[in-house]
């Protein structure tokens, strides 16, 4: 069974500061998914990674992904109060069309 | 281009009661889902359908059925409610875009049952 971990769950940082949110996987995938949920709002896609060594970069937000290492990791440099939102990974589960999401990290950006 | 749509935004129902969701999307895409989500849980699927005509049982698929009435439509039924079935539900539907599974969401339906 494909398990899919975030974490932490929960950050508070300060503008300007930089920080790292992990995603581990269970078993080989080669596709993971980057979402952002702002409070009350529905996901929204930010990063689609399809290979080893895959980087994709989006203003402060950065996502990468280690296949063999089973992690992704969403990185995000000299935080704003606009990216406090919940993040979501998702790994593609090989052969179907489904994603088993990890649980979110909620982040919270302070002034 | 409306992406995908759902109904109602917000419902209360009472233990017992049945009530439908409904879903629709204009993007052509043959794969719909329907996800719960509670907090700390991350989002669970529900229920998914690959094409017309075909349904497959997710993760936590008691105390619900679902219909794809067409391609577009997607629907999710609660026969009986109750309250640990009390959750945001969001219905997606995908295409496959470079390899990648591109998922879009609708704005979500919040169910509360009492």
């Known amino acids: 069974e494909l398990k899919v971990e975030q974490n932490p769950l929960f950050l508070s940082m300060q503008e300007g500061k930089n920080y790292t949110i992990y995603c581990n996987y269970s078993?080989?995938?080669?596709?993971l998914y980057w979402y952002r949920q702002d409070p009350g709002k529905s996901l929204e896609s930010l990063f689609v990674l399809l290979s080893n060594g895959a980087v994709k970069q989006e203003g402060r937000l950065m996502a990468s992904l280690d296949t063999k290492a089973r992690l992704s990791t969403l990185h995000i440099t000299a935080a704003v109060h606009d990216l406090s939102a919940t993040y979501f990974c998702a790994v593609d589960k090989g052969g179907s069309e489904k994603l088993v999401f990890g649980k979110g990290t909620k982040l919270t950006v302070n002034p | 281009n409306a992406g995908v749509t759902q109904t109602p935004k917000f419902q209360v129902l009472k233990t017992g009661q049945s009530m439908t969701l409904q879903c629709a999307q204009d993007m052509n895409h043959n794969s719909m889902y329907w996800y719960r989500q509670d907090p700390g849980m991350g989002l669970r699927l529900i229920y998914y359908s690959a094409s017309e005509g075909t349904t497959d049982k997710g993760e936590v698929p008691n105390g619900y059925n679902v219909s794809r009435l067409n391609k577009r439509e997607f629907s999710l039924r609660l026969e009986s409610a109750a309250p640990s079935q009390t959750s945001v539900y969001f219905c997606a539907s995908s295409g496959r875009l470079a390899g990648g599974l591109e998922q879009y969401f609708g704005p979500g339906t919040r169910l509360t049952v009492t």
């Open positions: 078993t080989t995938s080669d596709r």
